[in-house]
């Protein structure tokens, strides 16, 4: 509980403490080198199940046409994934709490596995939509266990570290993926999209079985009812949102109606429980809460920049698709310099204040974006997105620390789960804003978009500094509930 100022309790900070100083069943981190091959295995997943939702997207018109399917009934292929992924997310990082993140991982890498093999094999438009939903469950277990493995995997002075390159391998994931689809499809069917996760699956899940941490779970019964309310609150608000932007009012509205029922249950239910599936517990602490909810708004300001911007660089400023994507490109890989650096420098200094001066970075880039000239030659372009690249990288990785060192250890899996959440609650409100822009002045409103969403990276700039009164240093990272011995043998 905390005070009426927002400070922990004296018994908090005792229980705290006694919980930072406790014995420890394993060292502070994994050993060299294992703790190599078990960042190995956390990346191969990572980037499998991050490139498959930025190829789906390059290759839906090819698909559509082998389907014989209309272009608004193959967005499914999109969207399965994506929503099987949202609404499973907190339910498998909380199983993860349960069962050990290890065995959760690994079964979401094979399922992964199973769906991708399942979409190479589909012919039908239903078939590869089944088989996505199948690929999307299993993404959902790697994403919700991700942050948490990397909490056990490193040492508690190298965990910022660790998560800026965890992020730098996302950001090159996803800059790197329409390039890929693109060389694959120009050799080969889409098919093969798919069909390559598969050996490259097998080998992600023989490395994790000998080197990923093996954590105890707890013997708490998992809350079923309440993963079904999770379900039912993410899966109606998203597509109730889309469908607002997309349907009008009166679809999406009872879309939203039902997700704002199921979630007042879902509250009700999980508000005051010890530990609960949506981890109310750790949200009531104001340098998590804070970290989210700053999470959210700069998400949703760089997802603003990511759905405009393709529109504008082809209906406003004549370029082609080629040289939109290699004018996208810029910002991904300034968030894969920028990251790793900011990582490093989250293991000494405040998230507050690195977040602060990251966030007023990428609202300066999205500012100059907005009102970047008409005719602007490709460097005026590039050196806007590289800055809204490097601000954006320089706050997601100390944030991330942050938010996964602020939970206790046997409660890493809400944050992570949390952490995940936030990133696509954050991507879906700006995708449908930016959508509202298109609805009231089409392409043209991008400039109006991008300067509304440098006005929310200013407003999570301003968010991220007010941490700097909560946590003054890096918050030490205690040791508990971990195995240190693999159930195979170690490479």
Known sequence: MLTPAGKATPAEIAREDSDAHAPSSMPDGLPVPRRYWSVAAIWLAMTMSVLDGAIANVALPTIAHELNASAASSIWIVNAYQLAITVTLLPLAALGDRLGYRRVYMIGLAVFTLGSLGCALSHTLPSLTAARVLQGLGAGGIMSINAALVRFTYPKKFLGRGIGLNALVISVSAALGPTIAAAILAKASWEWLFAINVPLGFVAIAIAWRSLPVTVGSDRKFDWISALLNA????????????????????????????????????????????PLVPFDLLKLPIFGLSILTSIVSFAAQMMA??????????????TAVETGLLMTPWPLAVGISAPIAGRLADRHRAGTLGGIGLSVFALGLFALSIMPAHAGNWDIAWRMALCGLGFGFFQSPNNRAMVTAAPMH???????????????????????TAVFFHLAGTRAVTSALATAAGLAALAAVVSLSRLALAPRPRPEPLDRIDPAPSGPTP
């Open 232 to 275: 039912l609150t993410f899966g109606f608000l998203i597509t109730g949102a889309e469908s607002l932007a997309r349907d009008g009012v009166v679809p999406g509205l009872s879309r939203l109606a039902v997700g704002a029922v199921a979630g007042g249950l879902l509250t009700w239910r999980e508000l005051h429980r010890e530990a």
């Open 306 to 319: 990511y759905v405009g911007l393709p529109f504008y660089f082809q209906a406003e400023m004549g370029r």
């Open 411 to 433: 409660r890493s899996g809400a944050a992570g789960g949390a952490l995940a959440t936030a990133r696509l609650l954050g991507q879906t409100a700006g995708a449908v804003t």
